[in-house]
């Protein structure tokens, strides 16, 4: 089956023989931070023009590109280039080092790496690196037919200082969850969309962005947002009319403390994922945004991003509380073995927009999809109503003496604390117990709490295993590039200040 791309709604397969976007169909893109913007028709033109030079590279099925710069105009035309050959987009982090960016073409192999509109090119690798911004829009090149289930995307989790682990997703579940994002958000809603985050990062490029570009809205970008787009908020929703954005939990508690809200709001649901959203910060979100429909969202690069979500508009918020799924099943895998429909244990997905697998690491895809269901490594309960409700990640529990204590519990907790802005819970190397519990705290400005005010309060509300032995007060809890907090990076930094 050839694959035509359309727009959310059209037939997936029109009789074309090559690669088309419609992307002359689509609103547009507005760059804030430039104060530019190009419509579908200039989209069109730009990666027609594109898709040639890079078909004259070599680009097509079966091939790889690197794209290496991101959050621009320049790199959704590079983007939709490279789909327009049918090749597979390699999303990259702007930021990675010469090293990482080495070790992460050397495992693709692609055909070209694509580099920013700046004029800064990445040096010493062995494939040819372009500037497709200098390439003259144009007709783009019949391209050789695409199966549905090719590699479209491949997005990087972690290993490219080591053993890289690229999630594939093909052009299937890329368009799967983008009309199932689709029918739970409406074209209206999507009309006019503010991207915050990283389009290396699925919940940036997926959600905030392909989403209402095939729904047929604009897409405004404000690319690294930092404390000036924190600051500016509130102002910015209101004077480009915004009706839906999403972002992460530590975005919202910078831009709640350094913006007023806007006035009046325009927004009509707001998205909240990628790390735990306690249900204090959801109250908050649900009060500056002017809006009960605040969700929280559940979501796995490997699932092309979202799964599941609750909005307050439904249910009350609650700690862990992630609703139903977006399309598809969740199911939990028991102690004993058993999978169950309810109940608590790992959680289980199946869903149409699952990844392929991970970037030549067969080992790695059989551990992680087992009879059709992808093992998430998030701990949680469903009930009978199907409501899916996290607890945290198996990998980040404590082993306090046989007693697993969930991190994020903690963390949760603790953030409840009207003198905790932000907390942090890791375990650390205990010659008696195993591991002990300890915790990073940064206190919300202007408060005369201590730690053992803290103490004193955790006791009084769980159990004494959990109750942190060990706390260190910090300025700041360390973040990745996609905005979620570096538990690691937090424990290191606790450690070697003592």
Same mark, same amino acid.
């Given at each position: 089956?050839?694959?035509?791309?359309?727009?959310?709604?059209?037939?997936?397969?029109?009789?074309?023989?090559?690669?088309?976007?419609?992307?002359?169909?689509?609103?547009?893109?507005?760059?804030?931070?430039?104060?530019?913007?190009?419509?579908?028709?200039?989209?069109?033109?730009?990666?027609?023009?594109?898709?040639?030079?890079?078909?004259?590279?070599?680009?097509?099925?079966?091939?790889?590109? *690197?794209?290496?710069?991101?959050?621009?105009?320049?790199?959704?035309?590079?983007?939709?280039?490279?789909? !327009?050959?049918?090749?597979?987009?390699?999303?990259?982090?702007?930021?990675? !080092?010469?090293?990482? @960016?080495?070790? *992460?073409?050397?495992?693709?192999?692609?055909?070209?790496?694509?580099?920013?509109?700046?004029?800064?090119?990445?040096?010493?690798? /062995?494939?040819?690196?372009?500037?497709?911004?200098?390439?003259?829009?144009?007709?783009? &090149?019949?391209?050789?037919?695409?199966?549905?289930?090719? &590699?479209?995307?491949?997005?990087?989790?972690?290993?490219? !200082?080591?053993?890289?682990?690229?999630?594939?997703?093909?052009?299937?579940?890329?368009?799967?969850?983008?009309?199932?994002?689709? /029918?739970?958000?409406?074209?209206?809603? @999507?009309?006019?969309?503010?991207?915050?985050?990283?389009?290396?990062?699925?919940? $940036? %490029?997926?959600?905030?962005?392909?989403?209402?570009?095939?729904?047929?809205?604009?897409?405004?970008?404000?690319?690294?947002?930092? %404390?000036?787009?924190?600051?500016?908020?509130?102002?910015?929703?209101?004077?480009?009319?915004?009706?839906?954005?999403?972002?992460?939990?530590?975005?919202?508690?910078?831009?709640?403390?350094?913006?007023?809200?806007?006035?009046?709001?325009?927004?009509?649901?707001?998205?909240?994922?990628?790390? &735990?959203?306690?249900?204090?910060?959801?109250?908050?979100?649900?009060?500056?945004?002017?809006?009960?429909?605040?969700?929280?969202?559940?979501?796995?690069?490997?699932?092309?991003?979202?799964?599941?979500?609750? +909005?307050?508009?439904?249910?009350?918020?609650?700690?862990?509380?992630?609703?139903?799924?977006?399309?598809?099943?969740?199911?939990?895998?028991?102690? $004993?073995?058993?999978?169950?429909?309810?109940?608590?244990?790992?959680?289980?997905?199946?869903? &149409?927009?699952?990844?392929?697998?991970?970037?030549?690491?067969?080992?790695?895809?059989?551990?992680?999809?087992?009879?059709?269901?992808?093992?998430?490594?998030?701990?949680?309960?469903?009930?009978?109503?199907?409501?899916?409700?996290?607890?945290?990640?198996?990998?980040?529990?404590?082993?306090?003496?046989?007693?697993?204590?969930?991190?994020?519990?903690?963390?949760?907790?603790?953030? $409840?604390?009207?003198?905790?802005?932000?907390?942090?819970?890791? $375990?650390?190397?205990?010659?008696? +117990?195993?591991?002990?519990?300890?915790?990073?705290?940064?206190?919300?400005?202007?408060?005369?709490?201590?730690?053992?005010?803290?103490?004193?309060?955790?006791?009084?509300?769980?159990?004494?295993?959990? *109750?942190?032995?060990?706390?260190?007060?910090?300025?700041?809890?360390?973040?990745?590039?996609?905005?979620?907090?570096?538990?690691?990076?937090?424990?290191?930094?606790?450690?070697?200040?003592?």
């Amino acid at each position: 089956m050839r694959v035509a791309w359309h727009s959310i709604g059209a037939s997936l397969n029109d009789g074309a023989n090559d690669m088309r976007l419609p992307l002359e169909r689509f609103a547009g893109l507005t760059d804030l931070a430039r104060d530019r913007r190009r419509d579908g028709a200039w989209l069109a033109a730009a990666a027609a023009g594109r898709a040639a030079v890079l078909a004259g590279s070599g680009a097509g099925p079966g091939s790889h590109v *690197v794209v290496t710069h991101g959050n621009s105009i320049e790199f959704f035309a590079d983007l939709f280039a490279v789909w !327009t050959t049918g090749a597979c987009a390699v999303c990259l982090n702007p930021g990675l !080092t010469s090293n990482e @960016l080495a070790n *992460v073409v050397d495992f693709m192999a692609p055909v070209a790496v694509l580099a920013g509109e700046d004029g800064t090119a990445p040096s010493g690798l /062995a494939v040819p690196v372009l500037h497709l911004a200098d390439a003259k829009p144009g007709e783009a &090149p019949p391209s050789a037919a695409s199966a549905l289930d090719d &590699p479209a995307l491949v997005l990087f989790t972690s290993g490219t !200082t080591g053993a890289p682990k690229g999630v594939v997703l093909s052009f299937r579940a890329l368009l799967a969850r983008t009309a199932l994002n689709l /029918a739970h958000i409406g074209a209206e809603i @999507l009309s006019r969309s503010l991207c915050l985050l990283p389009t290396h990062f699925g919940h $940036g %490029l997926i959600g905030n962005c392909l989403t209402p570009l095939f729904a047929g809205g604009e897409v405004l970008l404000l690319p690294e947002p930092g %404390l000036a787009g924190a600051r500016a908020l509130g102002g910015l929703l209101a004077e480009h009319r915004v009706g839906f954005m999403s972002s992460v939990p530590s975005f919202w508690r910078l831009a709640m403390k350094m913006s007023p809200p806007p006035e009046p709001s325009p927004l009509r649901q707001v998205n909240v994922g990628s790390a &735990p959203l306690s249900a204090a910060l959801w109250h908050e979100i649900i009060v500056w945004a002017g809006t009960d429909n605040v969700v929280n969202m559940y979501g796995l690069t490997e699932t092309a991003n979202w799964f599941a979500g609750a +909005s307050a508009r439904a249910f009350a918020p609650e700690d862990g509380l992630v609703g139903r799924p977006w399309g598809g099943s969740a199911a939990l895998l028991a102690a $004993g073995g058993e999978i169950a429909a309810a109940g608590e244990g790992e959680v289980l997905l199946q869903t &149409p927009s699952l990844m392929s697998g991970y970037h030549a690491r067969p080992e790695l895809t059989a551990e992680a999809i087992r009879d059709g269901w992808y093992r998430s490594g998030d701990w949680g309960s469903i009930d009978g109503d199907g409501l899916l409700r996290l607890v945290g990640r198996r990998r980040n529990e404590v082993n306090r003496a046989g007693v697993k204590i969930h991190v994020e519990e903690i963390d949760l907790l603790l953030e $409840g604390h009207p003198a905790v802005a932000e907390a942090c819970c890791f $375990g650390l190397p205990d010659a008696v +117990s195993g591991e002990l519990v300890a915790v990073a705290v940064r206190f919300a400005d202007g408060t005369d709490a201590d730690v053992e005010d803290l103490r004193s309060w955790c006791a009084r509300r769980i159990r004494r295993d959990c *109750v942190p032995e060990r706390w260190f007060p910090v300025d700041e809890i360390a973040k990745t590039d996609r905005g979620k907090t570096d538990r690691e990076a937090v424990r290191r930094q606790c450690l070697e200040g003592g």
